[in-house]
């Protein structure tokens, strides 16, 4: 647990710094620094800067994600080829030939879980944070960035009357328990609905008729039920201020996906046939869309100017002798 606790270090230092900067600015404004709502609010604005930091690589995601769409037909023909084949040079040259197709199309499977696995060290330092506040506070210590004091007034401050750092499994609440419940299953319910909205939304306009047919789409089915379960039964175990936290960066990853449907669908896809009705009805003329394979410009021909006939050379009468 002390190595756990030493790797995420560095990342509790920039949760709790993050915190700690929106808390005083909001203070500044004059909110009061205790307020639950003053805490609230410093929370949505670490989920702010992290994913507004992580644009750059949610467009990498996208780019990836079009290309494990765009190899699955030939992906299927490599499949069939080394069909039936179990011995070990078989699988060998399958591996060999499959990373070869990720890399023609610049993609690879663990580029979609990218912006996931980034999030992941900022989110279980935001949950070493809060889960430690009661304790820290007990002990008059800080955590990070955040003093003494700022881990005292994090511990005292609540919303609708329960504490920030208490949760559903572990209590925290005292005579105000009623309301953690009420409020932690609320807040599960909201983190895994739009959690599931997001991924639902993804399937059922932004995927083209081949992916819906490919193998991927069965562990993209598969992962529509099972992150929400996941996350719903975890929820239970997190503070009220880590479900805040995870379902902001749920309403953000939704609006993103909003937006990127409308103005960037994948190419195929009824999201992509609604932009072009869209472009078509204001008289537009259809943009190329991201992760979409360039046709190929016939080649074009020099225009025919006049033919000029060429002079054959004047042979010379030669002297007879």
Not at 50 to 58: G, T
Not at 104 to 132: D, E, R
Not at 230 to 251: C, R
Request: glycine share 8%.
């Amino acid at each position: 647990m002390d190595f756990i606790n030493a790797l995420l270090t560095p990342f509790t230092w920039v949760v709790s710094w993050i915190l700690k900067t929106f808390h005083s600015a909001f203070s500044w404004l004059g909110m009061d620094p205790a307020n639950g709502w003053t805490w609230t609010l410093s929370i949505i604005g670490l989920v702010l800067v992290i994913r507004a930091a992580l644009i750059p690589v949610f467009v990498k995601q996208i780019k990836a994600q079009r290309g494990m769409q765009a190899l699955q037909p030939d992906l299927r023909k490599l499949q069939q080829k080394y069909k039936g084949k179990t011995d070990q040079l078989s699988r060998q040259a399958m591996t060999q030939e499959q990373m070869a197709l990720y890399k023609k199309h610049g993609t690879n499977p663990f580029s979609a879980c990218l912006p996931l696995l980034i999030q992941m060290p900022f989110f279980f330092a935001l949950f070493n944070v809060l889960n430690n506040t009661s304790k820290a506070s007990g002990g008059g210590q800080g955590i990070g960035a955040l003093t003494p004091e700022d881990i005292r007034q994090f511990d005292e401050s609540s919303i609708f009357g329960a504490p920030l750092s208490a949760s559903l499994l572990h209590g925290g609440g005292g005579e105000n328990q009623v309301n953690v419940v009420v409020l932690s299953i609320l807040m599960i319910l909201a983190m895994t609905a739009s959690q599931f909205i997001t991924q639902k939304q993804i399937m059922a306009k932004n995927m083209s008729e081949e992916a819906l047919a490919s193998p991927f789409m069965r562990q993209q089915q598969m992962m529509l039920y099972i992150l929400p379960l996941v996350f719903g039964i975890g929820g239970i175990n997190f503070p009220i201020g880590v479900l805040i936290y995870w379902t902001t960066t749920n309403l953000w990853t939704m609006a993103q996906q909003f937006i990127v449907i409308r103005r960037m669908p994948t190419p195929g896809s009824p999201a992509a046939k609604a932009l072009a009705e869209r472009r078509a009805k204001k008289g537009l003329p259809m943009v190329p869309l991201l992760g979409e394979k360039k046709s190929e410009e016939p080649a074009v021909e020099a225009p025919a100017g006049p033919k000029i006939q060429r002079q054959q050379p004047q042979r010379k009468n030669r002297k007879r002798k």
